[in-house]
C-alpha cells in the first residue's frame, strides 16, 4: 500500500492539469478527480478538497432553493471536515427575463433558503465573486436580508479578496460587509450615497485598509468617500481600465495616486490611454504602466 500522502501528491498532480487561476476547475479536470474520489478511500478527500474548493452558485430571480446550495449544504452538514475545502466562493445573480431584470416591481429579491446557513459554515474562505450577469446594473438591496447579514458576516477570518460586477452599492454597505478585504476588483460597479450622509461620508465608513484596488468599467468606480487614507492609505497595487475617457475620471484616477504615492508599487492605468495616445508614443510612456 502506497503512503497517503504520495497518493495525496497524485492526485494534487491531477488538479494540476488545472490551467485556469482562481481555483476554477474545468470539466475534464473536475471527471478526473471525481474518477480519484471514486477509486478508493484513500484518494476521496483529498479529492473532494480540489473539487469543493471552488463553489459556484447561480441565483434566480423566483427560485427559493439553488439545487447547486442544496447539494452543497447537505455534503457539509453529512461531514465538517468539508467544510475548510471551500476557499473559493462565486454568486451568480441571474433573472430568467433578461429584457425586465429591472422592472418597476421594487419587492423582489434574490432568496436562497439554504445560501445563508452555506455561507456560515465556510470557515476558511478566502475569496468571493458576487456577479449580475445582464446589461446594467443591479441594486445591492435586491439581496435579501437573509444573504446580506450572512455575508457581512462571514465567519472566515481569510476572506481577503473580494470581486464585485455591475452591482449598485453604496461605499458604506461595501467596507462594513467586507472589513477584512485587502483586495477588491470592482467592474462596472457603481456606486451611491444617501444625500442626508454625503457631506461626512467617509468619517461613517469603518477603516478597511486595501492592499490592491483593480478598477474597470465605463465610468470610475471607486466613490470619493472611499478616497482617503483610511481606506487607501496602505494601496500597493493600483490598475484600472476605463472604456471611454472623461476628465472626471482622469482626476479621480490623480487623486487616487496622490492619496497613496508613498505605498504604491505598482501602476497600471495605461489603458485608460491607450485608444487616445498612438502606439508609438504609448511604448516610450511605461510609467503608465508600471
Request: charge should be neutral; hydrophobic fraction near 40%; glycine fraction near 4%.
Amino acid at each position: 500500500m502506497f503512503p497517503q500522502e504520495l497518493i495525496d501528491r497524485f492526485v494534487d498532480e491531477v488538479a494540476l492539469g488545472n490551467l485556469k487561476p482562481s481555483y476554477y476547475v474545468s470539466p475534464d479536470i473536475r471527471n478526473d478527480l471525481q474518477s480519484c474520489s471514486l477509486a478508493a478511500r484513500c484518494f476521496r478527500l483529498q479529492s473532494q478538497r480540489h473539487l469543493l474548493a471552488h463553489a459556484e452558485f447561480f441565483i434566480i430571480r423566483g427560485e427559493t432553493q439553488s439545487k447547486r446550495v442544496l447539494k452543497l449544504r447537505e455534503i457539509l452538514e453529512a461531514n465538517e471536515g468539508l467544510r475548510q475545502c471551500v476557499i473559493y466562493l462565486t454568486i451568480r445573480l441571474r433573472v430568467t427575463d433578461p429584457l425586465n431584470a429591472n422592472d418597476g416591481d421594487a419587492g423582489w429579491k434574490f432568496h436562497d433558503d439554504n445560501l445563508p446557513t452555506v455561507i456560515y459554515m465556510l470557515a476558511e474562505l478566502r475569496q468571493l465573486n458576487i456577479y449580475w450577469e445582464h446589461l446594467n446594473v443591479i441594486a445591492w438591496d435586491r439581496l435579501s436580508e437573509g444573504i446580506k447579514t450572512a455575508l457581512r458576516n462571514t465567519p472566515s477570518p481569510h476572506l481577503s479578496v473580494l470581486g464585485l460586477h455591475s452591482i449598485l452599492i453604496s461605499p458604506y454597505d461595501l467596507i462594513d460587509t467586507w472589513k477584512s478585504i485587502k483586495e477588491i476588483t470592482l467592474r462596472s460597479v457603481e456606486m451611491n450615497m444617501d444625500e442626508g450622509t454625503s457631506e461626512n461620508a467617509s468619517q461613517t465608513i469603518p477603516e478597511c485598509r486595501l492592499e490592491r484596488v483593480n478598477l474597470s468599467g465605463f465610468e470610475f468606480p471607486l466613490h470619493p468617500a472611499l478616497q482617503n487614507n483610511r481606506i487607501l492609505g496602505g494601496l500597493r497595487h493600483f490598475k484600472v481600465k476605463l472604456f471611454r475617457f472623461c476628465p472626471y475620471g482622469v482626476r479621480q484616477i490623480w487623486n487616487v495616486i496622490h492619496i497613496t504615492s508613498k505605498s504604491l508599487e505598482s501602476l497600471h492605468i495605461a489603458e485608460c490611454f491607450r485608444e487616445y495616445i498612438p502606439s508609438s508614443r504609448a511604448d516610450r510612456a511605461p510609467c503608465l504602466n508600471n
